[in-house]
């Protein structure tokens, strides 16, 4: 295994599929958003829901949603492939209340590493404390905050996130085949 190398992985719109939530909000608020149709990344203002209303369903429903979630295709195959040379570590901003769903998704699909559920989109820090060289994620803003701390940022192609990219560190790519391609030119690179 080569130490020197932490690979940090978004979950939500990452590893999982970007639309996985679509079905199962539309039949509980009853609407027919199709993904796409909006450029938002925040659930809130895709169903127009004030956080109340929002947490209500949250709180119950959330759980069995993200266990629910479908993975991308390969995701799963390459983790697991760079397991034996890499550090891997999950950094989440789901709430803490799933923490066990978040622990069940993950064996399930054989995603080894560790996980932290920061409950926050806020993971520079966590970041720099695990020493991660290269951090996968779907959040335009969360890729952009992470390459202003000096981290490489493959950045997975969303409807929410086709914005300008910072001229250095973040490479956007359209699937799990491209990750592996971009995490090898970086790594190739440092």
């Given at each position: 295994?080569?130490?020197?190398?932490?690979?940090?992985?978004?979950?939500?719109?990452?590893?999982?599929?970007?639309?996985?939530?679509?079905?199962?909000?539309?039949?509980?608020?009853?609407?027919?958003?199709?993904?796409?149709?909006?450029?938002?990344?925040?659930?809130?203002?895709?169903?127009?829901?004030?956080?109340?209303?929002?947490?209500?369903?949250?709180?119950?429903?959330?759980?069995?949603?993200?266990?629910?979630?479908?993975?991308?295709?390969?995701?799963?195959?390459?983790?697991?492939?760079?397991?034996?040379?890499?550090?891997?570590?999950?950094?989440?901003?789901?709430?803490?209340?799933?923490?066990?769903?978040?622990?069940?998704?993950?064996?399930?699909?054989?995603?080894?590493?560790?996980?932290?559920?920061?409950?926050?989109?806020?993971?520079?820090?966590?970041?720099?404390?695990?020493?991660?060289?290269?951090?996968?994620?779907?959040?335009?803003?969360?890729?952009?905050?992470?390459?202003?701390?000096?981290?490489?940022?493959?950045?997975?192609?969303?409807?929410?996130?086709?914005?300008?990219?910072?001229?250095?560190?973040?490479?956007?790519?359209?699937?799990?085949?491209?990750?592996?391609?971009?995490?090898?030119n970086i790594i190739d690179s440092l």
């Open positions: 295994m080569n130490s020197n190398i932490t690979i940090g992985i978004d979950i939500d719109g990452t590893l999982t599929v970007p639309d996985f939530w679509v079905k199962p909000l539309n039949q509980y608020f009853k609407k027919d958003y199709i993904y796409g149709q909006s450029d938002y990344y925040d659930w809130r203002q895709i169903y127009n829901l004030n956080n109340e209303e929002f947490m209500k369903y949250y709180q119950i429903h959330g759980p069995d949603l993200h266990l629910n979630a479908d993975i991308r295709p390969y995701a799963a195959k390459i983790v697991q492939s760079w397991h034996n040379y890499y550090q891997i570590c999950y950094l989440t901003a789901r709430q803490k209340f799933l923490t066990n769903a978040t622990e069940k998704w993950l064996k399930e699909h054989q995603l080894p590493g560790d996980f932290f559920v920061l409950g926050s989109h806020y993971k520079l820090s966590k970041a720099q404390e695990l020493n991660c060289s290269i951090f996968i994620e779907d959040n335009y803003q969360v890729a952009c905050q992470l390459a202003e701390g000096g981290i490489h940022v493959v950045l997975l192609d969303c409807v929410y996130n086709r914005k300008l990219l910072p001229e250095k560190l973040v490479t956007r790519v359209r699937d799990w085949q491209e990750v592996s391609f971009a995490v090898t």
